[in-house]
């Protein structure tokens, strides 16, 4: 049986982690995601989410994973894509990516007007949208 204290333990465990996915969902300043649906994937555990971004001029987009697959297309604007072991990348307007799960990456606005993206994002049910991540040794 689990003491009061055990349970305070518990309970400020849970909403220390609450706090974290929250920071992170604001993430870096000068990135939005706005989740426009979400719902069951056909995928046992885990659940499909379709999100707006908007990275902001100038901005830099912390290095994270994600509990899922990312597959984004760009709206307006340009980005260059930072990805573990792959050299960096622009990616325009009318074009897209994916990121496998688990693949530490980042994306620089280095342009004077902000980037809109679609991401959908096929990720673990019931985890974070996105974890911060180290940089990685080379990309």
Same mark, same amino acid.
């Given at each position: 049986? &689990?003491?009061?204290? $055990? ?7 849970? /909403?220390? %982690? ?7 969902? *604001?993430?870096? #300043? =000068? ?7 979400? @719902? !069951? ?6 659940? !499909?989410?379709?999100? $707006? ?5 100038? *901005? ?21 894509? &930072?990805?573990?072991?792959? #050299? #960096?990348?622009? /990616? ?5 990516? +994916?990121?496998? @799960?688990?693949? +530490?990456?980042? *994306?620089?606005?280095? =342009? %004077? /007007? #902000? ?7 096929? +990720?673990?049910?019931? $985890? ?6 180290? %940089?990685?040794?080379?990309?």
């Amino acid at each position: 049986m &689990l003491t009061s204290r $055990k349970h305070l333990a518990i309970r400020l465990t849970a /909403v220390g %982690a609450l706090l974290f996915s929250a920071a992170l969902m *604001a993430q870096s #300043p =000068g990135i939005t995601r706005t989740i426009v649906t979400k @719902a !069951d994937s056909t995928v046992p555990g885990k659940e !499909d989410i379709i999100a $707006k971004v908007e990275i902001a001029a100038g *901005a830099t987009v912390g290095w994270h994973t994600h509990f899922g697959d990312e597959i984004s297309y760009i709206q307006e604007g340009e980005a260059e894509l &930072l990805v573990a072991n792959q #050299p #960096p990348r622009k /990616v325009k307007a009318g074009e897209g990516f +994916v990121i496998p @799960a688990g693949v +530490v990456h980042s *994306a620089k606005n280095h =342009g %004077a /007007v #902000p980037i809109k993206l679609v991401g959908v994002y096929v +990720v673990d049910k019931d $985890k974070p949208l996105a974890t911060p991540a180290s %940089a990685p040794a080379t990309y």
